[in-house]
């Protein structure tokens, strides 16, 4: 059995002890993690379609179907032809699975569920996420060989960028991140999972600032926050570093406090143990230091085909962390105007704790 | 009054016309075109609330909500908080509007759906492209400049790849297709529009080859059909050109009948003619020439701020012409494991005919 079709059974059994009937998955994330089929939404009507028991049913456009059968352990794939459109394949079907509540991919496209909608008007509607998040937050060990070979690229990636030290002063942050994209390629990534950040000095201050003309300058604390894919499995991992010279007091004050919140979070982390406590345990060092006001998101998000996915590490979750389940723990502190620090890896939630995802220096220094 | 308020003044007096008497839009490009906002799909509930009459709203997270209203015209944009979700600010809105109809954006995602659908139980769905798309497919003059400028930095790259001539033989499609999107930028582009495609003698047969490891050479014909984005429009066009030496002479038979088809379709349009006429316009000189078999795709379709939107320029279709309206013209021939041919413009309809966007030399010569 294939790890598609094992998850696949997973869903079944999930969806079996919901009071749905039917599970419909468009083109996304979902659709892939049960069959392989790596398609884009599109205007012509693909869908799966997996009912409690039995095997699911695929229906492709015909000019999609044979690369959609190449690639899937799916056996039963129907497909539809343009001079007909999909209704000859998809009134029978659904004449003869005839659900009554439906669970429909979250980001399926309204022209699709409401083409679903108006060939069942007795059925009710809810989310895929519904049974389909439970299995996807535990990662397999295929998954967790993924993720594992896509941290390898970007710890690989942050150590030749720390090695650059003085080099690196006098370059933009476009350039420093132009060069870390090559790196990632070249150390295994499939292009990246996100925009690379490069925040120089002030930037640092904007969590979400990209990568500008700012030229990098001696003693300014640089926050690097870059990801790849792996088999389409994410990286995501933060260091904030001083390339060359010695950065002011503060810097190394603030530093110091992120990253014994992060080891904080890092070491909350078990099976039983709730996000909102792994957000606290990294929050209440930062209010202890004075800085909670700064420390402006959550502590982290899970990871895995999506770079942002369940579950939530935020203050209040009530998620009980499970083996097997990735996400990122990336305490920061935000000084407007004047500099930001983020320290970030990746864990997976073992039998017992925790296991770090990125294992680079984690200190400022290069 | 902007460009971006008088297409939704436009849109409320269709909605008006309508059953229905709410636009729901999540973001995307029909968002855009109504309100100069770009951004992406997300977890966080971003909605535009269009009603018959009056202004619109946006419901926008706090995190987003000043960019939002610094890029639009619509000024009533009330956000909501991460701590509270968005029903504080969408239950009394949406009690307020009370639609009975309400025609939701084409990709809105199932989770915004099911989130409108749960707070309005007794009102009915569709979709907004009823309302929406007879407006978008006629382009007014803002558009139609980006659409010029797109169109140009297209050909002026075009004229770049041509006057290489014999230099490119002995390069890889995939190194023809890289210089392709240098030029672009150059010459005023930003990005691609879509996955551009060199694709060199026997690959040319295939309508949707990219580009690959084949090494161009003398006597191959090569289909070059790459396209970029001014101010978000796009450009697209298509030549077949041969680099070095003369091709084989079923080559220059079948350029020959492709142009005379392109000119065929091309001088078929003018307002109150349908799409399906320019289709067979093209498609009968193809057919009279023997390669009615190898002509296997629609003969065009409408290009605007999405590189395929409406309308369809297909065999049958139904939509009668007016001005404004944009799209390609691009019959082609296939030749499984010889050769393939395709020419391809933008057109816009005027009052009286057809503008070409594209200009360049049409000929297979460089």
Same sequence: chains 1, 2.
């Avoid at 094992?6 to 749905?20: G, I, N």
């Avoid at 937050?137 to 594992?148: C, G, I, Q």
């Avoid at 292009?191 to 201050?205: D, K, R």
Wanted: net charge negative; proline share 6%; with cysteine.
């Amino acid at each position: 059995m294939t790890p598609f079709e094992r998850r696949t059974r997973r869903v079944q059994s999930r969806l079996t002890d919901s009071d749905a009937d039917l599970l419909a998955l468009s083109p996304g994330r979902s659709l892939y993690y049960l069959t392989g089929v790596d398609a884009d939404p599109s205007d012509r009507l693909t869908l799966l379609l997996v009912p409690t028991e039995g095997d699911p049913t695929f229906v492709a456009p015909a000019l999609e179907a044979e690369r959609i059968a190449a690639a899937t352990w799916v056996t039963d794939v129907r497909s539809w032809r343009d001079e007909t459109g999909p209704a000859p394949v998809l009134d029978p079907l659904l004449a003869d699975l005839s659900p009554a509540r439906v669970l429909l991919a979250d980001r399926m496209w309204a022209a699709v569920s409401l083409t679903l909608r108006e060939r069942l008007p007795a059925a009710s509607f809810g989310l895929a996420s519904e049974v389909v998040t439970p299995i996807r937050r535990r990662k397999d060990e295929e998954e967790l060989d993924a993720l594992r070979a896509a941290a390898a690229a970007a710890d690989a990636t942050m150590r030749d960028v720390r090695s650059l030290g003085p080099d690196a002063v006098g370059r933009t942050e476009a350039d420093l991140a132009e060069y870390i994209e090559e790196r990632l390629e070249s150390h295994g990534g499939t292009g990246i999972a996100f925009e690379t950040i490069v925040a120089a000095g002030p930037n640092g201050a904007d969590p979400h600032h990209t990568s500008g003309d700012r030229v990098i300058e001696a003693g300014d604390p640089v926050v690097l926050d870059f990801g790849t894919c792996v088999d389409g499995y994410v990286s995501d991992q933060t260091r904030t570093v001083v390339f060359d010279g010695d950065p002011p007091a503060a810097v190394e004050e603030v530093h110091s406090v992120v990253r014994k919140a992060q080891t904080a979070a890092v070491e909350r982390v078990e099976p039983g143990v709730s996000t909102g406590a792994v957000d606290r345990a990294a929050r209440s060092v930062i209010e202890a230091a004075g800085y909670g006001e700064r420390f402006v998101h959550r502590t982290g998000h899970g990871a895995g085909l999506d770079v942002h996915e369940a579950p939530d590490v935020v203050a209040g979750g009530e998620v009980t962390l499970e083996p097997g389940m990735v996400f990122s723990v990336e305490p920061g502190i935000y000084l407007p105007d004047r500099f930001g620090v983020r320290i970030e890896d990746l864990v997976v939630v073992t039998a017992d704790g925790a296991e770090r995802l990125n294992r680079t220096d984690r200190g400022w220094r290069c």
